[in-house]
């Protein structure tokens, strides 16, 4: 039960004071559930306080420690040691920062710019529909909030975006997209042009080559793919396809 | 004090929200909705304000439909009154549990995706404490987004501030309250990505900066909620209100610390001993598992004390257990599929088939920036700094008193958002401040000392020693003794931060720095607590003093507590608001100083 393990965690670092670039080794013995977040925390406080990276609510619900692990996008906050060298097949760690925005130091990444792309889908109500029942809660049957409720569980940690073949060539990327999918399936809103005008845009759904990694890599398992092949066949072109 | 560092620039503005969360931008949404165009910068110490605590509430919010056959106002007051140990304060009670359901349909009708019932309303559930008929039986009061909620209010306020136009500044941090006379014209901001200080001033400052819960070594907390907000108001020379009040989860997940919901308890999982005996039948024999949190916490810190918790090697905490497995598949795959799945993710285990490891973990300041009802901060009881407001978490109104019941944060912290934005945009003028000559000094002699000292002392080691510190003697039991010590090592490990050295001297991302301040204000507020938690020598709510157990008549008040000096704290205090029983109307003898029993 209190095996330990011994890893060496192969980490990309960047320093925007010099734009030097390198990859530093760090060898941790360390035991079976511990997560990558806790490794990073070991070595700031054991090794090497400068490694810079990212994470907030450390329990897989804010998207901040998304890294590449062995090429894997993923939270490192839900990678246990354990399940790593299970699941990798190894004890050698490569570890690099997601490449959907520009690195600001070692493994953190500018967040922000990465969400200009979710901003322009616009994440909200645009236009509300009216509420038959003014001022009560608007009538949405579960059924009917079962079919997109999978894809408001979404965190914005942008590991779909990483591995999306498409999202680097002009696609607003899948994460985007279904927050405004999301809102073609939401009863309360009535901007469907200006919805299905951007997915149907230049950067819309037909940069998509429907590889469905972002489904496959999802943290939340989410099925993204789904989503946007609803919109690719048309789904919510007709009003009454809520 | 002459340093490198200077004011890159100043940015003008109408409000500036100190904290991108679930309270600020419910305050930024409001000001947008009552005055459209108004010119808000929000900064945020996280990555982006969906990165922010909020995100991570899961049980849902405390809201009495007006439409409930059974549920009335007054029975979620008593509730609250009730489980605050009588040191709420009336007409913050009153004020946010009659404007419950006016928040849930704002939230719904914004957009929120509430989990619904078969007839298409939202559904609710219930939550520890929450009663009907004065605590006869169960209410049905929690409206809930699975089990997540905090990430739907989250989504919905974040995108209501972006949708009205709302500047962020993300990755940043405040350091420095900007003060003209009695009036707060903004704040000094340190934006992490590239290293520069900026001032910038505003017509009205929100505080809305959340939680300490890094004071403690087992939390539910977010890596960053390490009491800035608090840290820069005591700076600022200004009060905390009840600092000692700090609430502990009774199921965290062991290790991470990561929260076990209460609805785990509410849909029916149990609490086992290490001989599986369901324990909470011997503490609170009638509402057991749903008895209030700090009720819960005590009675599993008492089974581990008494030998009867399981050691865990990997992470060599004690803790007991919580019995999952006899609840349907339904439930865990409908009602707590995420709740249910951190223990799969977290701890190697099945809830399904295993018993899962919890133990008390941090989880809530109720004291804290003393405000009035409209969320106004206090110099003094009848005295107001003009321009700033405190909501949310960081923020006393007081709501919680010593005790926070599940459900009733979410409540707070998006009316008295709402609230501070309403009063807020009444009180804009049309005066445009300008910064002081001396703004941003205080922040500069801080930060060339962390970057000019030099020693052996490692800050996330020292760090470490206080949150051992803080949770074995300020944590769920304290004692005159163990008080004594932490506040004489909380000094010795000021001394020894102040030798501590940083690797890296760079000002870009440089995270070394940020948790050398961050230990700055860690100790500062732990400081506060220790003393606020040695002056009460009576046991309420979340704060329990094993060698004066009982609640006492003489501390029927709110601790405020400030820094005189430099670690020297002096403690006043304000009186607890008690209108409800004051007017004397129906059911105010609910409402005097009762038993809290359950």
Redesign the interface.
């Given at each position: 039960m209190d095996s330990n393990y011994k890893l060496t965690l192969k980490i990309k670092r960047y320093n925007p004071d010099t734009k030097e670039s390198w990859v530093q080794d760090y060898v941790l013995e360390v035991g079976r559930i511990l997560r990558f977040t806790d490794l990073f925390r070991k070595i700031n406080n054991e090794l090497d306080a400068s490694l810079a990276w990212n994470s907030s609510c450390e329990h897989a619900q804010c998207g901040t420690c998304a890294v590449k692990v062995n090429g894997k996008p993923l939270l490192a906050c839900e990678l246990l040691v354990e399940n790593a060298v299970n699941q990798f097949h190894t004890t050698i760690f490569h570890i690099e920062p997601i490449t959907i925005a520009p690195v600001v130091r070692d493994l953190i990444v500018d967040l922000e710019k990465a969400y200009e792309r979710v901003n322009e889908a616009k994440p909200y109500i645009i236009e509300p529909a009216k509420n038959p029942s003014q001022g009560n809660d608007y009538q949405i049957f579960p059924r009917n909030l079962e079919r997109y409720v999978d894809a408001t569980r979404c965190i914005n940690c942008f590991c779909c975006a990483t591995v999306c073949i498409s999202s680097h060539k002009g696609f607003l990327g899948p994460n985007a997209v279904m927050a405004s999918i999301v809102r073609l399936m939401d009863p309360r809103e009535t901007a469907r042009k200006e919805r299905l005008d951007t997915l149907y845009s230049e950067k819309g759904i037909y940069r998509c080559h429907t590889s469905k990694a972002c489904s496959f890599v999802c943290p939340k398992e989410i099925d993204v793919a789904h989503f946007i092949a609803l919109a690719k066949e048309g789904r919510f072109k007709s009003k009454d396809s809520r | 004090m002459t340093s490198k560092f200077k004011i890159s620039s100043t940015i003008h503005c109408d409000v500036l929200i100190v904290g991108a969360g679930g309270a600020g931008l419910r305050c930024a949404a409001e000001i947008l909705e009552k005055r459209p165009g108004t010119n808000i910068v929000a900064v945020t110490k996280?990555?982006?304000p969906?990165?922010?605590?909020t995100?991570?509430a899961q049980g849902g919010m405390a809201a009495v439909d007006p439409q409930d056959p059974v549920d009335k106002p007054i029975y979620h007051m008593f509730d609250t009154w009730k489980g605050s140990d009588c040191s709420a304060d009336q007409n913050i009670i009153r004020k946010i549990v009659e404007s419950g359901w006016e928040q849930?349909?704002w939230m719904?009708?914004?957009?929120m995706?509430?989990?619904?019932?078969?007839?298409?309303?939202?559904s609710k559930r219930t939550f520890g404490g929450h009663t009907l008929n004065f605590g006869e039986t169960s209410a049905f009061r929690c409206v809930f987004e699975?089990d997540?909620t905090g990430?739907?209010i989250m989504?919905?306020v974040?995108?209501?501030a972006?949708?009205g136009g709302t500047s962020?500044i993300?990755?940043a941090i405040a350091t420095e309250l900007v003060f003209k006379g009695d009036n707060c014209v903004g704040a000094i901001i340190f934006r992490q990505?590239d290293g520069e200080f900026v001032a910038v001033l505003a017509k009205a400052t929100v505080l809305a900066t959340g939680g300490n819960g890094q004071v403690f070594k087992v939390t539910t907390n977010?890596?960053?909620n390490t009491g800035d907000g608090l840290a820069i108001t005591i700076q600022a020379g200004l009060p905390v209100m009840d600092p000692e009040a700090i609430q502990f989860h009774p199921t965290g997940i062991v290790?991470?610390g990561?929260l076990a919901s209460e609805t785990l308890r509410s849909v029916g999982g149990i609490l086992r001993n290490k001989d599986l005996e369901p324990f909470m039948e011997r503490y609170a024999p009638k509402m057991k598992e749903l008895a209030p949190r700090d009720l819960v916490a005590r009675a599993i810190e008492t089974e581990i004390r008494e030998g009867r918790g399981i050691l865990n090697?990997?992470?060599d905490i004690e803790h007991v257990w919580i019995d999952l497995r006899h609840l349907s598949d339904y439930i865990h795959d409908v009602q707590i599929p995420?709740v249910s799945s951190?223990f799969r993710?977290?701890?190697?285990l099945d809830p399904k088939k295993d018993l899962c490891p919890v133990r008390p973990s941090n989880h809530y300041q109720m004291g804290g920036i003393p405000t009035n009802e409209f969320g106004e901060v206090q110099k003094s009881n009848d005295e107001l700094i003009h321009g700033l407001f405190a909501v949310g978490e960081c923020a006393a109104a007081s709501f919680h008193g010593f005790n926070r019941l599940g459900t009733n944060s979410i409540l707070e912290l998006i009316t008295m958002g709402k609230v501070a934005g309403e009063k807020g945009v009444a009180s804009l003028g049309n005066e445009r401040p300008e910064l002081p000559k001396n703004a941003g000094d205080m922040t500069f002699s801080l930060f060339s000392k962390f970057m000019e000292q030099k020693g052996r002392d490692?800050?996330?080691?020292i760090r470490?020693e206080m949150r051992m510190l803080m949770t074995e003697k300020v944590g769920v039991f304290r004692t005159e003794d163990g008080i004594g010590l932490a506040i004489e090592v909380l000094e010795e490990l000021k001394e020894r931060a102040g030798e501590a050295t940083?690797?890296?001297k760079?000002l870009?991302?440089?995270?070394?720095l940020i948790q050398r301040w961050e230990l700055h204000n860690l100790l500062s507020v732990s400081t506060f607590i220790a003393h606020g938690a040695l002056n009460r020598r009576e046991s309420r709510g979340g704060h329990f003093r094993e060698d004066f157990p009982e609640r006492k008549d003489q501390f029927n008040y709110h601790t405020l507590a400030f820094m005189t000096e430099p670690g020297q704290v002096e403690l006043g205090q304000r009186p607890i608001d008690m209108s409800i029983y004051e007017e004397r109307q129906e059911h105010y003898e609910k409402f005097g100083m009762i038993e809290r029993k359950y």
């Open positions: - | 996280v990555a982006h969906q990165k922010s605590h995100q991570t849930t349909v719904e009708n914004h957009g995706h509430l989990s619904r019932d078969e007839n298409g309303r939202v699975a997540r990430k739907g989504d919905n974040w995108g209501e972006l949708k962020f993300n990755q990505k977010c890596r960053q290790g991470p990561i090697p990997d992470h995420e951190f993710r977290f701890v190697n490692n800050p996330g080691q470490e940083l690797s890296s760079s870009s991302m440089n995270q070394e």
